[in-house]
């Protein structure tokens, strides 16, 4: 028998002892493969101006793969198949395509059903995505209050964003089934895919098969009441969501040698010191007292008014800087120059910009591979004109005639 073989066989018996344990089924729900929108809540739509291909080689076995250095994976985005050069054979595209691992739900001893390993999982191996019903924030606080009534306790919740909720109760896939820990071999973290924020669930670690799959539900899972927690780990923090606990090394030799501190019979100034507020410095010329800042969360670099030309401060609570538009056709797009405001879409980088590994995204400007050029120039100049203060015609030369002259004139002194 081949290993191949043997591991399928392996994996055959834990999907039967997952499935069949005490002939119980996990409770119904909906299955769904993508994050469904409810009421208000609507996905974007698509806009191939705004999407980035990457620079990856696609005649490699694995183009735009983990071991790449592919800028849309380095940013958590994948790649689009419409215009990554890989096309179909892209390896970036793990949500569009449901590369999950191999998972099944099972019925734990005392922690309800949970979620399991069939095979082995290496560390940062995406597992699966988290999909339910896309609400709001007001669904949401309807949907808690009705559970509370019900005094239902199993939350399915997740915040996508600030605004937008994923619940993975009436619908889901079986992403749903995973418990939270303390000390977790899984984490979430939150992709861009075809211009829509989903969510995924990675290995922290590695995973053997058979081991029960857990993610720390703390500021991921929402809930408004603390739930005890079960999860056994040495540094269980005893509610979901609480701090874990961390155990202080302590050190029996020296421990005599501390001594206490005593309590300072002094009292404390009711005035506060003032707080220095910290501004970063102008993007454009590292001035300070910057006066505007960038509100996207990948960017937030200030700027004075008179740097980019503005008189005024701009309307609206929410400012974007003209580094995530297109200086030629002003669409939205990520290729900005780490060095200054120059930015430009997929369409009009070519000859423009490129991405520097070392750099990342530099402008024609300030593109190092440009730099020899300039200073072959810079040498040729200074040759030709140090040549030019060397040749007879040149006004540092003296001339014959003035030669002549300055004899005659020393002979008259001499006489």
């Known amino acids: 028998m081949t290993k191949c073989s043997i591991l399928l066989v392996a994996e055959f018996k834990l999907r039967q002892e997952a499935e069949g344990i005490d002939s119980l089924k996990p409770p119904a729900y909906i299955r769904i493969n ?76 005392g922690r309800g059903w949970g979620l399991k390993a069939l095979s082995s999982i290496k ?86 098969a058979g081991s029960e799959l857990t993610f720390n539900y703390n500021f991921e899972v929402v809930g408004q009441e603390k739930k005890v927690c079960k999860c056994g780990a040495k540094a269980c923090s005893g509610f979901i969501g609480g701090k874990v606990k961390l155990e202080k090394p302590r050190d029996s030799s020296n421990a005599a040698l501390v001594p206490k501190k005593r309590k300072s019979t002094q009292r404390q100034s009711k005035s506060a010191a003032p707080i220095e507020v910290w501004v970063p410095p102008c993007f454009v010329c590292g001035g300070r007292d910057s006066n505007i800042t960038c509100n996207s969360n990948l960017c937030q670099k200030s700027y004075h008014l008179r740097c980019l030309d503005l ?46 590994r070392l750099m990342g995204f530099v402008c024609y400007d300030h593109d190092p591979m440009n730099l020899p050029k300039t200073s072959q120039n810079r040498r040729s100049t200074r040759r030709k004109s140090e040549a030019e203060s060397r040749s007879p015609n040149s006004d540092d030369e003296v001339s014959e005639d003035d030669l002549s002259l300055l004899e005659r004139l020393n002979r008259s002194k001499r006489n």
């Not at 929410?318 to 056709?329: A, D, F, G, L, S």
């Open 311 to 356: 008189q005024t401060m701009p309307k609206g609570e929410k400012y974007t800087c003209p580094r995530h538009n297109c200086k030629v056709c002003f669409h939205r797009t990520n290729r900005c120059c780490v060095l200054c405001l120059n930015s430009y879409c997929a369409y009009h980088a070519n000859g423009h910009i490129r991405y520097d």
């Open 123 to 208: 560390q940062g191996r995406f597992i699966i995505e988290y999909v339910g019903e896309l609400i709001d924030s007001e669904e949401y606080q309807r949907r808690i209050r009705k559970m509370h009534e019900k005094k239902e306790d199993n939350y399915y919740f997740m915040t996508v964003d600030s605004d937008r909720v994923i619940d993975a109760g009436p619908k889901g896939n079986l992403s749903r089934f995973m418990n939270h820990s303390c000390d977790p071999n899984c984490v979430t973290q939150k992709w861009t895919v075809l211009g829509e924020t989903r969510v995924g669930l990675f290995a922290k670690c590695d995973i053997d």
């Open 34 to 109: 993508k994050s469904k929108p409810v009421g208000n809540v609507k996905c974007g739509e698509l806009d191939l101006s705004n999407a980035t291909a990457c620079e990856c080689n696609p005649q490699k076995p694995l183009p735009c793969g983990a071991d790449s250095n592919c800028i849309n994976r380095l940013l958590m985005t994948e790649c689009d198949p419409n215009i990554c050069r890989a096309g179909i054979r892209c390896r970036n595209q793990a949500f569009q395509k449901r590369e999950y691992s191999s998972i099944a739900p099972y019925k734990t001893q």
